[in-house]
């Protein structure tokens, strides 16, 4: 499975996630820092106060990524450590950061993926309503141009927002995400097309101001659907129309968690029909100037994918979900492994919004820690990437153009309101030292990138010593 020689084997994490710091040099306070001060909401009361302390640690962390030989980074900006209010006076101080971790990685020869928005959203902004004030779209399309003003003489890759699904229906549908809201739909729904239209306008910020020629997409959650048999055209197509239906996740009850009502408008530039079925009066009925700013051209489709569910068509047709067998395999996020969900995500979202296409996030949480030997043996986590790797090779040997993959995560991090208790990364962080450990699927991964996938073909963990 031959991968394009400019292939961007990368690796992915996010500022809440881990660079700590949370009151250092003029940082504001965001809705996750604010959660985290409400009792009971993250595990164990942990918080992202310190979490990896990438913030002092960036050196030593540029030089692990060196050392795996990664070819991309995607990282995210810290809203509030670059406008400690949402809007108005700029940090100095917070800005230099991310100048000087770009310029540790270009001197690396690691090329720098800027995500503008992966959750921190000012607690500023939220007092003044956050998503569901109108203003929201400005206040992060001015939050936009202060980044690009200062970064794109240097970055190429953007993406404006990473998995609306997750801000807007863990975070204002069920409340299980900051700011821990319960809303009604309507509302809900007005926060959505709220992000949408920010996403929009940064985009059209990006184009209008960056001073090297960008390359701009964004990064949803990918909710995946994959045929139950995939000689038989009937559950591909199934698989195909639940995987862009409102309902895509009819077990689950956010509504949010679902492809259309953020991937439609910003690629085809409309809400699609069933949107409109589905949430009746609540639905939002933009003027078409506002989807026309949503649908500003993007350069790629990027979507995070950790699993899928499996289809088939019932005998009348319509999709029918297969239920797991009993003691299907399952990460420690109790998520189901699905590796072939990766192949057919990236195939029908090429079909369907005709963009090239980047593997965002894509990785797995293992109960895995340093052992005796003083590595972390960690054989659970390779035979995942593995399997999702040779998936997603069969998309580029079919001729979709990918144009590279983010590993989820480079170091162990701050799991949201799961706290510390998931371990997600290549690199094992002790939280009490800070030292960080590279574990063995980290080795596997360089080894990985240096052969440009081949060792994919390979049986067994071929872990290098």
Avoid at 27 to 50: I, L, N, Q, Y
Avoid at 80 to 106: C, I, Q, S, T, W
Avoid at 339 to 365: C, D, K, M, S, V
Avoid at 427 to 447: C, G, I, P
Wanted: glycine share 8%.
């Amino acid at each position: 499975m031959p991968f394009p020689s400019d292939f961007l084997w990368g690796a992915a994490t996010a500022a809440y996630q881990i660079e700590g710091a949370a009151k250092a040099d003029g940082r504001g306070d965001s809705v996750w820092d604010m959660v985290c001060r409400r009792p009971g909401f993250v595990k164990r009361g942990d918080t992202g106060d310190v979490a990896c302390d990438h913030y002092n640690r960036w050196r030593e962390d540029v030089g692990i990524m060196r050392e795996i030989g990664l070819k991309a980074y995607r990282f995210s900006i810290a809203w509030p450590r670059v406008l400690p209010l949402g809007d108005g006076p700029v940090n100095e101080k917070g800005l230099a950061f991310y100048d000087r971790l770009v310029d540790a990685l270009l001197e690396a020869g690691i090329r720098p993926m800027a995500t503008l928005f992966h959750w921190d959203y000012p607690t500023a902004l939220f007092n003044r309503g956050g998503w569901l004030n109108p203003r929201s779209p400005e206040w992060f399309a001015d939050y936009a141009r202060v980044v690009v003003d200062r970064l794109s003489d240097r970055v190429v890759d953007w993406m404006t927002l990473n998995e609306p699904q997750c801000f807007i229906g863990l975070g204002l549908e069920n409340g299980h995400h900051a700011p821990g809201l319960q809303l009604p739909i309507d509302q809900v729904l007005l926060a959505a097309h709220h992000s949408n239209l920010a996403h929009g306008r940064a985009v059209r910020v990006i184009r209008e101001h960056a001073r090297r020629a960008p390359r701009i997409g964004w990064a949803p959650v990918g909710v995946a659907d994959f045929p139950d048999d995939p000689d038989n055209p009937a559950d591909v197509e199934a698989a195909r129309r639940r995987m862009f239906s409102v309902a895509a996740m009819p077990l689950d009850p956010v509504k949010m968690f679902n492809n259309v009502a953020f991937s439609d408008p910003v690629c085809l530039g409309e809400y699609p029909d069933e949107y409109y079925r589905a949430f009746g009066d609540a639905a939002v009925r933009p003027p078409r100037h506002e989807l026309e700013t949503i649908s500003e051209p993007i350069d790629f489709f990027g979507f995070n994918l950790y699993q899928g569910a499996r289809v088939k068509a019932g005998p009348d047709g319509e999709p029918r979900l297969v239920p797991e067998p009993v003691g299907a395999p399952k990460t420690t996020m109790g998520w189901p492994i699905t590796p072939e969900a990766l192949y057919w995500a990236t195939r029908f979202y090429h079909e369907r919004y005709g963009r090239p296409i980047l593997i965002t996030e894509n990785g797995r949480a293992v109960s895995d820690y340093v052992s005796e030997d003083g590595r972390v043996h960690d054989d659970q986590r390779i035979d995942y990437l593995r399997m999702y790797l040779r998936a997603l090779g069969r998309a580029v040997d079919e001729g979709i153009p990918v144009l590279g993959y983010c590993l989820w995560s480079l170091l162990d991090n701050f799991e949201w309101a799961w706290g510390y208790e998931q371990r997600f990364g290549i690199v094992h962080v002790d939280y009490r030292t800070q030292k960080r450990t590279l574990k063995d699927s980290a080795r596997w991964y360089a080894e990985v990138i240096r052969t440009n996938g081949a060792i994919l073909s390979e049986a067994g963990a071929a872990v290098v010593a």
